[in-house]
């Protein structure tokens, strides 16, 4: 009886785990943040009033994959932040479970590789819960509406994780290209590519 409590006392926590970290989707509200960036000043959408929308990466030092896209983002923020939609990176890993995500090892990286853009440090992980990232790279494109910050595209930035394709679907591209031109993406959701978001261990 008692290890039939215990397994399903698991399994409730299982479930309530994967709700609380329902991944947002396209005209969702995207939740506002106040992180620590790695020059110790915090940022937030408000931090670029200018910006019609905002490229939100949820990225790592540590994950290949997240290494093989690091150029890619960097071009993202160049070419896309001018046109209004800068990228804001956050380092959804929790430290104790991958040591080489601290805010240290995040400064660090920012400074070789010089980012132009800024990398958030998200305590907890509440931020990362609250749009369900679930691997790293995992992207949310996001508009500046009216309304509020309004979700327009999850998933990957481009069908090429290898970084060899020739003829790449540049998801994150099209859906900016269209927005800019005042229409609805026409992808606005695909599977996210990376490594799965660490987590600290439960006591």
Known sequence: MKKIILLLTLAFSAF???AQTATLKAGDT???FKLK?????EVSFASFPKAKGYIVVFTCNTCPYAVGYEQRIIDLDK???PQGYPVIAINPNDPEASKAD???KMQDLAKEKKYPFPYLLDPGQKITDEYGAKRTPHIFIVSKTAKGNVVEYVGAIDNDPEGTKADKVKYAEDVIA???SNQK???TQTK???CTVKRKAKA
């Open 178 to 180: 269209a927005l800019k």
């Open 102 to 104: 601290t805010f240290d």
């Open 37 to 41: 960036n790695v020059d110790n000043k």
């Open 79 to 81: 070419k896309f932040k």
């Open 30 to 32: 995207a939740p506002d």
């Open 192 to 194: 996210e590519i990376g």
């Open 185 to 187: 993406p026409a992808v």
């Open 16 to 18: 309530l785990a994967q």
